[in-house]
């Protein structure tokens, strides 16, 4: 067999000590090891994505995506002995362990990872981003300490260094070197791996250097029942492609008031109409649903470039269905926002729902989201910055 220029690999075992069977966990309508083997075929500098697995089931989904597949054994200890188990099989100039618990990993961050694999000299080639103390509490988020020159120094399920006001988290993939594999398959056990349960440990202590590329989006890895939730949460917000907001309540406090004229009046809040626009422009559509018409709300509608909205129609779930039609759209890929009993319908066919942080508690009850912003105090701003926030 030919080599091939670098090979993406997707080691996946099913007896995963947490979460057995993990790669075909279900996190937004498919397995895990699907989100991961999609991913890996955006990357447009390798030359292929090959699935290591010890299961049938596994297989057959990973092929089904799109990846080849190698069955290895089920004792193999982690997945770089996984790796090595096919290279003779699938002989390639460089290698690429994505861990099959990434499904949030950026291809962009792969494909810079992959060019500075193949100009580096010898080094193995990892990614990595900032975390919150907060957030490097966690033992399942491996933290990494870097030299000035972006050389690892260590890696800790513990706060390393202590003290710091920002850690670096490790992003659970590898490049390698036909011949770092090598050097690595002689490589035994050691008693820093051991304690930290972290098998790069071992490398450094051979005297091999690692490099930390600081990646573009912030991923993580499933190895919780938490982190499921929370990875499935990301996921399902990657494909919305529509916000429905409701008016009165969430766009405005709820207040009305008349003119001298008899006009209504509605008092918009600035901050909701820049994010609005910011939504627009990433390519998520947004429309209004309120059962209530005024000449004040479409030209707050006109002066935002929102095109489609459902106006004096009190049934927010024929509302819904009528914007989904027009724009195109499965309702799953719709969020709500809405702050009363009326939205409920609405918030319970769409994809994802939002509740303001002054709706009834029958509301929040009802939401997949309760937010911290109050109807008409920013609210839609706090919506745009959850789903931009999580866009690679």
């Avoid at 498919?30 to 090959?50: F, M």
């Avoid at 597949?69 to 290279?87: F, H, K, M, W, Y």
């Avoid at 490398?203 to 029942?225: F, K, N, Q």
């Avoid at 969020?335 to 939002?354: I, T």
């Amino acid at each position: 067999m030919q080599a091939a220029d670098c090979l993406i690999v997707i080691p996946a075992r099913w007896g995963s000590t947490r979460l057995p069977g993990k790669p075909l966990l279900p996190l937004a309508g498919k397995p895990l090891i699907q989100w991961v083997v999609e991913a890996a075929l955006q990357v447009r500098n390798a030359s292929g994505v090959l699935v290591a697995t010890d299961h049938a089931s596994i297989a057959e989904v990973a092929r089904a995506a799109g990846a080849q597949v190698a069955l290895t054994s089920p004792e193999l200890r982690n997945g770089t002995d996984r790796l090595l188990a096919i290279t003779a099989e699938f002989p390639a100039a460089w290698y690429v362990n994505l861990q099959g618990d990434e499904p949030l990993i950026n291809p962009q961050d792969l494909e810079r990872l992959i060019t500075a694999l193949q100009q580096a000299d010898g080094a193995v080639i990892s990614l990595g981003h900032p975390i919150t103390p907060e957030l490097a509490d966690q033992p399942s988020r491996v933290k990494a300490v870097c030299g000035a020159d972006g050389r690892a120094l260590y890696f800790s399920r513990s706060p390393v260094p202590h003290g710091a006001t920002a850690y670096l988290q490790h992003v659970g993939v590898y490049g390698f070197s036909a011949q770092a594999l090598e050097r690595i398959q002689g490589l035994g056990p050691t008693a820093l791996e051991h304690q930290e349960q972290l098998e790069q440990l071992r490398w450094l202590e051979a005297g091999m250097a690692i490099r930390l590329l600081e990646s573009t989006t912030p991923s993580l890895g499933v190895d919780t029942r938490e982190d499921v939730l929370e990875v499935g949460r990301i996921l399902q917000w990657r494909q919305i492609r529509g916000l429905l907001c409701d008016v009165d309540g969430v766009l405005t406090d709820g207040r009305l008031w008349y003119g001298p004229e008899g006009e209504q009046l509605k008092p918009f809040h600035a901050r909701d109409g820049s994010a609005i626009q910011q939504l627009i422009q990433r390519g998520i559509a947004v429309a209004v649903v309120s059962g209530r018409d005024s000449p004040a709300l479409r030209r707050r509608m006109a002066d935002l470039g929102i095109r489609h909205g459902v106006l004096g129609q009190p049934d927010k779930a024929a509302a819904c269905r009528q914007i989904a039609a027009e724009l195109g759209l499965a309702l799953e890929t719709l969020a709500y926002v809405g702050d009363d009993s009326l939205d409920l319908p609405g918030m319970a066919l769409c994809g994802w729902s939002f509740a303001v942080a002054d709706a009834p508690e029958a509301v929040q009850s009802a939401a997949r989201s309760v937010l911290r912003s109050r109807g008409g105090e920013g609210a839609i701003r706090e919506v745009a910055q959850l789903l931009l926030g999580v866009m690679p």
